[in-house]
């Protein structure tokens, strides 16, 4: 039987900072203090960041950058906006940004799902080695450059030069694109990726919000995997 | 590299206070600038005077130049100062006999800004500090603008402190690292613009100011700039209506603004607006690259 | 006239500007259409440290007797913020260098010396490897812009973190890693497909700018609970300006890379015509902490070109807090060794000179992927060559520091040197031998 444990409520205006990420970093895996609520954000950087257990730790306001950055294992989710480079080198885990994602949402995130309800600002899954992102909004300029694994998906619009020398991340975009990145291309959407897509929106909870088929599939043209002077002008 | 603040009170409610604000998200940004600061306000305008903000050495007597000028003009201005600054508000007409007096009798004031609503306060030290030593938390005004400095290639000086006026009522603030800025320099003082530092935003306040006497618009000057301008930059402009904001096409360096019916507020990070009344319902988004913003007063 | 005499002909001349190896790059970019790409730092001659000299005791100063008058060595970085700061026996450390770039051969071998010198290695860009974590007793872990293999477990079994704006062989570049060296672990630990030219981030992805890497750094003291030191690393460009930026930034220790500084691969236009000479640069940093209040509070650690005992004497004299060595070390290991002349003539070069090390075919092992040339490496027998280095480089700074009266070589000063050239003493801000000059300053 999982006793009902009230979560634990930190109160940043009174607590400073590193006493919020010291308890929490010093959680055993086998922690029964499983809920956390954060209040009082008001912006502040590095917000359970380096979290590595299998909590959950809710955010109530708007949070600074690198919001979840490093996270292990744990579920985010933050009531409001994030700042730059929220969930920014996840491994695992799950976070969920209620509001809007300021710049280099899920930077070089490694695994684990960031789920962003409102839009992502510039370079949204920027060097993205393997995790999921889901933008329900749109994302702005430059994302997913040089984005190396892993899958991003947008439901709405994504800004100029989405997948600027991209390599094998997958790229799902069902609005408008206003310009795409080097080596990045359209790419048929075949049986198995509407599939990956569906699974995708599924595990996330998103089953049946929006139609897979209105959605283009982008990803590298992998010409220039390997140095050729021909391609300069795209270097 | 810098924090950047801005605040237009978009009712008369917010305009008591609007000091007050200023001065808590100065201070929050001093994290990210913590060598000098400095803010212009647009307070309220003297019938029928034009206000120059002068700035001079620390224990400068003001009052006794502001007589002397007084003597020159044919009235004494009214004065205000705060520390080693001071407000002058003198008949409109005056300007260019007040200002070369001020040139040959009062070398050690320089004039920091000049306008008919614009005040411009700055100075080295920490941002509160700063906000402190001149009075902002009590100022009333329409819109302001602040900025507090880590001075990246130039020396931490007074005059390296933004805002840099460009023109009657118009100032800059920075946050980023120009490029080009040396040869635009060289080119902006052959067209006859002096400099008082080596700073790069110092050359983007001039080069602004440049294309507005060839005739642009500030919206339009905005524009040319990032034609011209080489490198990363996040630029805030108050002018005497309202401000304005503009990103380079990368945008690299942040910036977050914030509307309600009551303002639009501008920050470099979130944190400094989440001091704002009402910032929890409030419209918080990101200006896009390569776009000139405009708030303004209805006329 | 006599038709078989023939006039006398002037010595055939080659031209400074256009000379023979001028010739060849200009014949082989006209025949492949691609830039040269190789290792190593600036191989043109520079003002370095050769061109200054200590003045030993005599009447004026006293020197102290070998072995009983003790000298010490030992140095301690990130003193500034970090609770658990590093203590090293000898202010000579390991430079970031790639596994990837280096075979895991390598790597162990690097952390088997530096622990028995009883000093630190550091990681590069691909990542911290179970090898050199094992083996090398104090590591430091870099933060690139890549990003490659960056992961919070590794944060927390480094010994510090290194955050990495740039390198001396290219300030203002990424990493750059050939096909030929990415094989399935290198790939793997990368996320990168097998067999692609890596092209890398020159900038970090999300951050730009001090005001912003202050954010960063906060961040990595925050997932790290604040014990581990953070370095800046930076590629010597504007040293004073990105010292005091790095200082108020909030680092620990500022790391300054000359641009004898050694790379895996670039363009060589890269390496030979962007940066600063290590001379150049350190006093400049040095100055900025100075002027800050920061020097020794703040350390320095400074790199590129460091070769002996005299160049560690003179660095620390100039300011530094340390050095570290990179090219060095590799040569320690077996870099170059004519031994092998056989394999670097078939390569097209000879040893001392061989510095294509993207091509991944080291005949030493060192710079390959190659599973048989990596081999060749035996990590026991390399990390005892590179102890025994580093404890002559020890010996040496020693040996200088006692000449000139000092019990620890943090007491060596700009006081004991002179300059053998004007550009050296400008550089230096020594004077120049034999007189009161210093060029610029007097």
Not at chain 1, 111 to 138: F, T, Y
Request: glycine letters at 12%; proline letters at 5%.
């Amino acid at each position: 039987m999982t006793a009902m444990v009230e979560p634990a409520v930190f109160d940043l205006a009174t607590t400073p900072l590193r006493e919020l990420n010291r308890t929490l970093h010093a959680l055993r895996p086998d922690t029964n203090m499983r809920h956390w609520r954060v209040i009082n954000p008001a912006g502040r950087h590095a917000i359970a960041c380096g979290l590595d257990a299998p909590i959950t730790v809710e955010i109530e306001g708007h949070a600074g950058y690198y919001c979840a950055g490093h996270n292990k294992q744990a579920t985010v989710i933050v009531h409001g906006n994030a700042g730059v480079g929220v969930a920014e080198n996840m491994m695992s885990g799950f976070v969920h940004v209620k509001g809007d994602a300021s710049q280099s949402a899920g930077a070089s995130a490694h695994g684990g799902l960031l789920l962003i309800e409102g839009n992502a600002a510039a370079r949204c899954g920027i060097s993205l080695k393997g995790a999921d992102i889901i933008v329900k909004g749109s994302v702005g300029h430059m994302s997913a450059f040089m984005a190396q694994a892993g899958t991003l998906i947008v439901f709405g619009d994504a800004g100029e030069a989405l997948g600027d020398s991209i390599y094998e991340a997958r790229l799902f975009v069902r609005g408008s694109v206003a310009s795409l990145g080097a080596d990045c291309i359209a790419k048929e959407m075949r049986d198995e990726h509407r599939a990956l897509l569906a699974g995708k929106l599924e595990a996330a909870g998103l089953a049946g919000e929006v139609d897979i088929s209105e959605f283009t599939r982008y990803g590298s043209a992998r010409r220039l995997y390997n140095f050729h002077i021909d391609n300069a002008g795209a270097y | 590299m810098c924090g950047i603040v801005g605040l237009f009170a978009k009712t008369e409610r917010l305009q008591p206070e609007l000091g007050a604000h200023l001065a808590q998200m100065l201070a929050i940004m001093s994290d990210r600038g913590p060598d000098s600061a400095g803010f212009a306000v647009y307070s309220a305008p003297v019938p029928g005077a034009i206000k120059l903000t002068l700035r001079a050495p620390e224990g400068y007597d003001f009052e006794a130049m502001a007589s002397r000028l007084g003597g020159a003009l044919g009235a004494v201005p009214n004065i205000t100062v705060r520390a080693t600054h001071a407000v002058l508000a003198i008949p409109a007409g005056t300007l260019a006999s007040a200002k070369s007096w001020l040139a040959e009798h009062a070398p050690e004031a320089s004039i920091v800004g000049i306008g008919e609503t614009m005040e411009i306060y700055k100075e080295v030290g920490l941002p509160a500090k700063v906000a402190e030593r001149f009075g902002l938390a009590a100022m009333a005004g329409t819109h302001g603008i602040g900025h507090t400095r880590m001075a990246t290639e130039s020396a931490v000086t007074t005059k390296g402190a933004h805002p840099f006026s460009t023109g009657p009522d118009q100032c800059l603030v920075h946050n980023g690292s120009l490029s080009n800025h040396n040869g635009l320099r060289r080119t902006l003082m052959r067209e006859g613009l002096s400099f008082e530092t080596d700073n790069d935003s110092e050359v983007a306040a001039a080069y602004l100011t440049a294309q507005i006497k060839g005739g642009k618009s500030l919206g339009e000057a905005l524009e040319a700039s990032l034609e011209d301008l080489d490198g990363f930059f996040t630029f805030v402009v108050g002018t005497g209506t309202g401000f304005g904001v503009l990103r380079d096409p990368i945008a690299c360096k942040p910036a977050v603004m914030a509307e309600t019916e009551d303002y639009v507020a501008f920050g470099s990070e979130y944190r400094a607006l989440a001091v704002l009344p009402g910032i929890e319902s409030a419209n918080v988004w990101e200006p896009e690259p390569a776009k000139v913003y405009f708030w303004e007063k209805a006329a | 006239m006599n038709e078989h005499v023939k006039p006398p002909r002037t010595l055939p001349r080659f031209s400074a500007t256009f000379d023979p190896y001028t010739l060849s790059e200009i014949r082989r970019a006209a025949a492949t259409g691609i830039y040269d790409i190789r290792g190593a730092g600036a191989k043109r001659k520079l003002p370095h440290f050769d061109d200054l000299l200590f003045l030993g005791a005599s009447i004026s100063r006293y020197p102290l007797e070998g072995y009983r008058e003790k000298c010490e060595t030992g140095v301690v970085l990130g003193t500034r913020f970090a609770k658990k700061p590093i203590e090293l026996k000898i202010p000579i450390t390991i430079a970031g260098m790639s596994f990837g770039s280096l075979s895991a051969q390598a790597k162990e071998a690097l952390g088997r010396g530096a622990t028995i010198a009883g000093t630190s290695t550091t990681t590069g860009d691909g990542g911290m490897t179970p090898e050199e974590r094992e083996h090398s007793k104090t590591l430091v872990y870099q933060v690139l812009p890549s990003r490659y293999g960056l992961n919070p477990d590794d944060l927390r079994r480094a010994d510090a973190i290194e955050v990495v704006v740039g390198q001396g062989a290219k300030p203002g570049g990424g990493g750059m890693l050939l096909g030929q060296k990415i094989g399935p672990r290198v790939a793997k630990m990368r996320t990168l497909p097998e067999g692609i030219d890596q092209r890398s981030a020159c900038r970090h992805p999300d951050w730009t700018g001090p005001d912003d890497l202050e954010i960063k750094i906060e961040e990595l003291r925050e997932i790290t609970d604040w014990e581990k030191p953070i370095y800046v690393k930076v590629g010597a460009s504007r040293p004073y300006y990105d010292t005091a930026l790095a200082v108020k930034a909030g680092a620990d220790v500022v790391v300054l890379d000359g641009m004898q500084g050694g790379t895996a691969a670039t363009q060589e236009v890269f390496i030979e015509h962007v940066g600063l000479p290590t001379l150049a640069a350190l006093p400049l940093a040095v100055q900025a902490l100075q002027d800050l209040g920061m020097h020794r509070k703040v350390q320095l650690i400074i790199s590129g070109g460091i070769r002996s005992g005299a160049d560690v004497a003179k660095a620390l004299a100039l300011g530094a807090d340390a050095v570290a060595i990179g090219t060095a070390a590799l040569v320690a290991l077996g870099d170059n060794d004519p031994a092998l002349e056989e394999e670097y003539a078939k390569l097209g070069t000879t040893a001392g000179a061989y510095d294509d090390w993207h091509e991944g075919r080291d005949p030493a092992g060192i710079t390959t992927q190659d599973e048989a040339l990596a081999a060749r490496l035996d990590p026991v027998l390399g990390g005892r060559r590179l102890a025994n280095y580093l404890a002559v480089m020890t010996l040496e700074a020693q040996t200088i520091a006692r000449a000139c009266g000092k019990s620890h070589l943090h007491n060596l000063e700009p006081e004991d040197l002179v300059a053998l050239t004007v550009e050296a003493a400008a550089m230096a801000r020594v004077p120049l031998a034999g007189t009161n000059w210093v060029p610029g300053r007097n």
